[in-house]
Structure formats: structure tokens, C-alpha cells
């Protein structure tokens, strides 16, 4: 130390070590001999003595952040000791200059964020340790944020804003109001501790925070917009009220506010186009468009306090149309001679308000100066071409003009609708004449039709149609306008009313006799299914048709039905028709079929065919004979039978007339199919049938009836033709085994004989020989055959036909007769 003297340490120091407690600057250096002999000087060492008081740095406020701009201090406090004690020593990691005093006075930036410590000092030597390290962190000025409860103060009530800033008890709050743009700011609370406040007025709201001395403050807050209501009502109406607009009309929508002055008010709009915004009490639509339409609504706002204002107005629907309406005009009746008629003009779309405007003869430069009423009625009695329009609104805005309605003198004459043919039923398809027919010379008028499925532009006297079939009646009228009066026009004539539409009918062929005999005549009528009148009658031939003659694979599964089968040739005396309905033919010798079909009206109106007819032979065709075997009428079920047409086989082949329409063997009955013209099948219920052959230029052999039965017992019966005089065996046919007693043969029911051997011998029969035969065993009995007899003398054989149960011609017939009048 600067104080102690070398003497002094001599004298307590002999050894080369020292202990101090005292802070200072210290060195040594040695001695010896006499004289004293001292080395140099050693190195100096600064000793600091540390002080057990403990150095702390304060803030002057104790807020949790400090802002950039805002005034504050921070002192350097010792524990034990007055300030006058102490000289102070401050560090920190801010660039600044450390100050020598107790108190670092600071305003902040963001320059100022570090750390400091600071020490106290009693000497040069002796002080404190540094405090812990103070951490400075400075932000930028904060904005506090407004908030309302509400955003419009209603009628006699408040709202309340709250201001929100961070540690919200460290501020006192301001409040500040203006109600414009350029409006003077109202200083309305000051100092606050609380941070919200209730308000009764309209307008801009914002806060601030502030503390310290100065006052620091922070960022003024958003500004929040607050609208009070005032009691004034606003009433928005329409003019014209009309609830319809159309394209191009002017209106008006209007603001009205009750108890004050249109001026004193500012007007804002709610509205469909807000492109721009009026803010006088009316808006003018000079050419209303679309886009006009929609909800309008009004409030007001006080001029001097643009924040108070009246509650939104009631809302005001516009529509307008994009579609300009038109009249249209309607006439109450018929113009006649020496009378008036009413007109009704009207606007399509309907609406209100409407003033109408009658022109004739195409004359729109003025209108007619006719007493017409808002319902747009006139009463006229002369005749003309009148149109109309309406009009509305000022400036008039109008319609277009409607369609022109001539108003014509009306003929005392009565038209009439007549029809040609005169036929009490109509068939699809067919072609009829409607004559309007007027008194006096049909050359000097003009025809007019009308019906009601649709508009019908003919101006004849007679219209032809052809009849379509329609669920609903339909309706003709007519009437004529005289060639020399233009504006002389019948009435209409009284409706006709079309027949009833009936389907194409159906003709049925039925020939008389069924089974040909010797010298007589095949007789045929066709009748047309429903019955109808008019009708002229061909006759045809049938001839097969041979593109079915291999159809088995794709065809036969359902058969071959007469139109299919078979071609139809004319007869030679039917070309141009027979108004009888029934045809005569002599001579026939031989199976052949029939067909006919009718036709009537100009142009004719033709039928399909009849289904096919045909009258049996049981004669031997020269060119081929159809053949069974086993050879008999009567056969067991599940039995082969085989069908065959004889020589020349490959021209020929077999077919059947059976209960289920087939004019072809069904695929299912045929066993074996030896040839074109022999089938081999296995008898089944359904194979009861007639058979016979055709041939490729359309002969037919002999026909030949098959009966099938089900049971075990038949009676054996020729199926070929036999002479008068003949001899004749039946016999009686167990289905498994031998007859074990008496067989009784019966004729028409009758026994006529019991025999152990199962058949009997007629030797030589004759006409007395005729009837129904059958035979009994063990209480079994077959079915009954029929035969018939021919005399030797003529010109035909006599052929022994195998019948069903009752009659053979009979059944045959009624067979027949189903068939033809069944659907197809």
C-alpha cells in the first residue's frame, strides 16, 4: 500500500511469506549482510478486499415489459450502508458508456435489450461483489384492441367496448370517440383503471393504454364502428305498386322517414345492384331490366350524427319479367248477320293496370275511339280485322300488339258434314271421305275444316283420311266462305263424330262337305269376324310353300300356321271379287285347301288371308299315297307309328292338321326322320290328327284320321278305301297279352256278335254296313271308328274313314271350325 512504509514490514516480517487482510498494492525484496544488501523490487500485486454487503439492480416500475419509447430507470441498491457510503460500478452487454452513480436513467429502444450488474465501492481496495444480472428486454409500442358486445345500441339502451391489452392492471385506459372522417376526437374517458366502459351514443371508438410520469402511451386501437337506433321509423314503398314489372317500364322506390325533415336524414339502401349507392330517399328505374328484380330496403342516418340512425325499413319485392308482354284478344262468338259482338283484350303474362287501345284493318297510327274499359271489353258490329295492346304507367309503356281477329259477316247457309262410304263400323287403316256439303252451288265457296286432334289447312269440299286407331272419339267440323264475299263466312257446321276404330278384321273360311263324295259340290263361305258390311269377297287356292320343308331345327318348335305354310293362288272366277260371300266349286276329286280374304272401299282396302280350309279325300292320289303302319285308324299310346307318302318320296312330304295348330309333324312326336316324305313317330295323345302328303307343285295325296288312345284296348280298322262289295275284317287289339274270354263287336251300340277269335268278317259290305263300330273285353271298351260305304257305280271309290270318339266328319268339322276362328 501507498501508506505502509518498508520499515514497518521489515519490522514484522522477517519471513518470506505474509498473510493480509487488507486490500492494497503490494511487492517485496530481500536483505542481507551488514550493510544491508536488497534485491530489486518484485512484480507489484493488486489485492481487492470483497465486502460481505450484497449489490442488487431495481426497476423504478415493476412492470413486467418494457416499450420502446417509454422513460424509466434502474438503480443499483447495497444492503447495509447509506448511499453516501458507496461509490457505484456498473457493467452490461449494451454499448453504452457505464455510469458512475447509483441510478442508469434510460429511454428505451431496442437497442437497450441486454443485461446489467452493478457493485458498490467503500475504497480504492474494498467492495462488493457484482449483483446477479438484470435482463432489460424492450418491444415495440403496443395496440391495445376494441371490442363490443354489441354493434348497435338499441332504442333507450347501451353497449358496452372493452379495451384489451397485454397485463391489463398496468394501465390506465383512455377512450376517444369521433363520427366522421374529419370529425374533432372526443376525449370521453381519461385515466381509467377500469378497461371498459359503457356507452348510449353512436360513433368511432378506440382506446389507449398510458402509465408512468410522463405518461407513456401506447398505439391507438382499431377504431369500432357503433350505430345507434334512433326511434324514427323508415317505410319504403313502390310506385307504381304494381306486383308485376316488365323489360323497359320506369318505377320508383322510395325512403320515407316519419317525425323529421327528408332533409335532415341521409339514406342508405339495401338493393339487388350494389354498384353504386344513393343516398337521397328515392331510387328512379328509368328502363327496368331483370336484374332490377330483387328485395329493397331503406334506413336514415342523421346528418349531423351520421352514427345514429332508424332501424333497416320493411322490404319492398320488385320482380320484373324479361319477357315484354303481349295482348291477346278473344272474340265471345261467332259473327252473325244483324248483331254485335264482344272483344276481349287482354295482356299474356296477366297484370294489373292496364289501359287498352283497339285497332282495325291494320291501321296502329291511332287507335280506335271505342269506349273501352279497364276489363278490356268492346262491343262491335262492323266488320273487320281488330288487334289491340295495353298500355300503363307514365310515360305509357305498351305491349305488343296482340294477334288480329277478323270479324266476318256470317252466311244464313248451314253446312253439313257427311261421310262416303256410309259404313256403320271403321277399321284401322282404312280410307274414308268427309264431305262439307252447303246449299246452292259448291263452286262459290272456300271450305274450312277443323278437328279436334289437331289443325287441319284443307280448303275442299271433301277431305280424305285414313283412320289410325285413337282412344278418343274425335270431331269434324267445317264451314265455307263465299269466293265473291270474302267476309261472308258460314257458321261452323254441327260436329261429326267419327266411328269407333276397330282392329283389322278377321276373315273365317268354312268349307261344306269336309270329306269329299262322288258328284258333289264343295260350297265355301267367308265371313268377315266382327261382322261388317260392304265388303267384296276372293277366293283362293292353297298351295304349299316349300321354304318350310326343312324348318325342323329353327321352325318347328312352334309350328307352321297356314300363313306360313302356304302360298295363295286366285281362282280363275275371283279376279275381280263376289259381292256373295260364299263360292261354289264342282268336280273337286281330291284333298285340297282353301283360303279367301275381302277388301273394300276406293281405294280398296284389303284383308289379310283367311287361315287355310281344306276338303278331304280318302282316295289314292295317282301321283302318291299316304301310308300307315301298323296299318290301322286306332293305335296305342307310346306306339311308332310310320307315315309315309309312297313313290316319288323326295317331291312329297308328310303333313298334319293337329289340335295344336301344326301343319308340320312338332319335333317332339317325330321318333325318325327316315326321309323328306317318311317320319316315324312315337304316338302320343296329341298325334290324333289328320294326315296327308304335298307335293312340290302343290298336290295332295289321300288324307288319312289317326286316332291315339290312351287305354288297352283298340279296335283294328283298314285305314284305305274300299269298294261296295269288299270284304271287310275289324278286329279287337289287346295293348299287352291275349284275349282270355268272348269279345262282343258293337255297331251303333249295338251287339252284333261274341266271338272267343277277337275280330269280324264282313264278307261283302254295303250301304247297310254303314255306322259307328267298337269292341269289348273284360269291361273294357275301345273307341268308335266309322265306316262308310261307296257304291261300285261311282265315279269314286268308297273309302272307310277312321273317326274320333263321336262322328269322324263331325269332329273333323268342329276341329276345323275351332281352328279358323281361333287367335293367331
Known amino acids: 500500500m501507498h501508506n505502509y512504509s518498508e520499515a514497518q514490514i521489515k519490522s514484522n516480517h522477517v519471513k518470506n511469506s505474509l498473510s493480509i487482510y487488507s486490500g492494497g498494492i503490494y511487492w517485496c525484496r530481500g536483505r542481507r549482510g551488514n550493510p544491508d544488501f536488497f534485491t530489486e523490487p518484485s512484480e507489484k500485486f493488486y489485492i481487492e478486499k470483497s465486502l460481505s454487503n450484497r449489490a442488487t439492480v431495481a426497476m423504478q416500475h415493476k412492470w413486467t415489459q418494457i416499450y420502446r419509447g417509454e422513460m424509466t430507470s434502474m438503480r443499483c441498491e447495497i444492503e447495509g450502508g447509506g448511499m453516501s457510503e458507496w461509490e457505484y460500478e456498473w457493467r452490461t452487454t449494451i454499448s453504452m458508456t457505464p455510469p458512475t452513480g447509483c441510478t442508469i436513467n434510460i429511454r428505451a429502444s431496442t437497442s437497450y435489450n ?15 461483489k457484482w449483483s446477479h444480472a438484470y435482463h432489460l428486454r424492450v418491444s415495440y409500442k403496443p395496440r391495445p384492441t376494441v371490442r363490443a358486445d354489441e354493434g348497435v345500441i338499441p332504442i333507450g339502451g347501451n353497449v358496452t367496448l372493452t379495451c384489451t391489452i397485454d397485463n391489463p392492471t398496468e394501465w390506465k385506459y383512455h377512450w376517444l370517440r369521433h363520427t366522421g372522417n374529419f370529425s374533432e376526437i372526443q376525449i370521453i374517458g381519461e385515466g381509467k383503471s377500469e378497461n371498459f366502459i359503457s356507452i348510449s351514443q353512436g360513433g368511432i371508438y378506440s382506446c389507449q393504454g398510458g402509465r408512468g410520469n410522463p405518461v407513456y ?23 307504381p305498386s304494381w306486383p308485376l314489372i316488365f323489360t323497359g317500364e320506369m318505377i320508383t322506390v322510395r325512403c320515407e322517414i316519419s317525425g323529421g325533415e327528408k332533409n335532415e336524414w341521409v339514406y342508405e339502401w339495401s338493393k339487388p345492384i350494389s354498384d353504386t349507392l344513393p343516398k337521397h330517399n328515392e331510387i328512379r328505374i328509368a328502363n327496368a331490366s331483370e336484374a332490377s328484380s330483387g328485395n329493397y330496403r331503406c334506413l336514415g342516418k342523421h346528418k349531423r350524427d351520421t352514427y345514429s340512425s332508424t332501424e333497416w325499413s320493411n322490404t319492398v319485392s320488385v320482380t320484373v319479367s324479361e319477357q315484354r308482354p303481349k295482348a291477346q284478344v278473344i272474340a265471345d262468338r261467332d ?14 303474362p296477366s297484370s294489373h293496370s292496364w289501359n287498352y287501345y283497339w285497332y282495325r284493318n291494320e291501321n296502329t297510327s291511332k287507335p280506335l275511339e271505342l269506349n273501352s274499359p279497364s276489363n278490356g271489353e268492346i262491343i262491335i258490329s262492323e266488320n273487320g280485322i281488330y288487334f289491340c295492346r295495353g298500355g300503363r304507367g307514365h310515360p305509357i309503356y305498351y305491349t305488343e300488339y296482340s294477334h288480329s281477329v277478323t270479324i266476318d259477316i256470317t252466311d244464313t247457309n248451314m253446312p253439313a258434314v257427311t261421310q262416303q262410304p256410309i259404313w256403320p263400323e271403321i277399321y284401322y287403316g282404312e280410307k274414308i271421305t ?41 270431331y269434324f267440323w267445317c264451314k265455307g266462305r263465299r269466293k265473291s264475299v270474302p267476309h261472308s263466312v258460314t257458321s261452323w257446321s254441327a260436329p261429326f263424330k267419327s266411328k269407333r276404330v276397330n282392329w283389322q278384321p278377321v276373315p273365317v273360311l268354312t268349307v261344306f262337305p269336309s270329306w269329299l263324295s262322288p258328284g258333289a259340290s264343295v260350297t265355301m263361305k267367308c265371313e268377315v269376324q266382327p261382322p261388317s258390311t260392304g265388303w267384296r269377297f276372293y277366293w283362293y287356292k292353297a298351295l304349299p310353300d316349300l321354304s318350310h320343308k326343312y324348318g325342323f331345327a329353327g321352325h318347328l318348335h312352334r309350328g307352321f300356321y297356314p300363313s306360313e305354310a302356304y302360298h295363295f293362288e286366285l281362282l280363275p272366277d275371283s279376279i275381280n271379287g263376289t259381292v256373295q260371300d260364299f263360292y261354289i266349286i264342282h268336280g273337286q276329286k281330291h284333298t285340297v285347301g282353301y283360303a279367301c280374304r275381302a277388301g273394300r272401299g276406293n ?46 318320296s323326295t317331291q312329297w312330304r308328310v303333313r298334319t292338321f293337329s289340335q295344336d295348330k301344326y301343319f308340320t309333324l312338332p319335333y317332339w312326336q317325330i321318333w325318325d326322320e327316315i326321309n323328306a316324305s317318311t317320319k316315324r313317330i312315337r304316338a302320343h295323345w296329341t298325334c290324333s290328327a289328320v294326315y296327308w302328303c304335298e307335293s312340290e307343285s302343290g298336290e295332295f295325296s289321300n288324307a288319312i284320321n289317326i286316332t291315339i288312345y290312351d287305354d288297352d284296348l283298340i279296335l283294328v280298322n283298314p285305314v284305305h278305301p274300299f269298294s261296295e262289295g269288299a270284304s271287310v275284317t275289324l278286329g279287337c287289339k289287346l295293348r299287352t297279352g291275349n284275349f282270355t274270354s268272348t269279345v262282343a263287336f ?15 268278317n264282313i264278307p261283302a259290305v254295303s250301304a247297310s254296313d254303314e255306322g259307328l263300330y267298337k269292341c269289348e273285353h273284360s269291361g273294357k271298351v275301345s273307341l268308335q271308328s266309322w265306316i262308310a260305304v261307296k257304291s261300285s257305280s261311282a265315279s269314286l271309290p268308297v273309302s272307310m274313314i277312321v273317326g274320333l270318339v263321336v262322328g269322324f266328319s263331325l269332329a273333323v268339322l268342329i276341329l276345323l271350325l275351332l281352328f279358323a276362328t281361333s287367335p293367331n
Open 434 to 474: 268427309l264431305i262439307c256439303e252447303i246449299q246452292g252451288h259448291q263452286t262459290d265457296w272456300v271450305f274450312e275444316w277443323m278437328r279436334t286432334s289437331r289443325d287441319e289447312p284443307w280448303i275442299q269440299n271433301e277431305m280424305n283420311i285414313t283412320i289410325l286407331f285413337s282412344f278418343h272419339e274425335e
Open 603 to 648: 281405294p280398296e282396302y284389303s284383308m289379310d288371308y283367311s287361315k287355310p280350309n281344306f276338303v278331304w279325300s280318302a282316295d289314292s292320289h295317282p301321283a302318291a299315297s299316304l301310308t300307315v303302319s301298323p296299318d290301322r285308324g286306332q293305335h296305342f299310346t307310346y306306339e311308332f307309328v310310320t307315315l309315309s307318302c309312297g313313290r316319288n
Open 217 to 239: 402511451f401506447t398505439e391507438e386501437s382499431n377504431g369500432i364502428s357503433i350505430e345507434k337506433r334512433v326511434s324514427n321509423m323508415a317505410v319504403v314503398s313502390l310506385e
Open 335 to 348: 259473327f252473325s248477320q244483324g248483331s254485335s259482338v264482344t272483344l276481349t283484350c287482354s295482356g299474356k
Open 114 to 128: 441486454g443485461d446489467f450488474w452493478c457493485k458498490g465501492r467503500t475504497d480504492p481496495f474494498s467492495s462488493t
Open 746 to 760: 258293337y255297331k251303333n251300340d249295338k251287339l252284333i256278335l261274341n266271338t272267343v277269335r277277337g275280330e269280324v
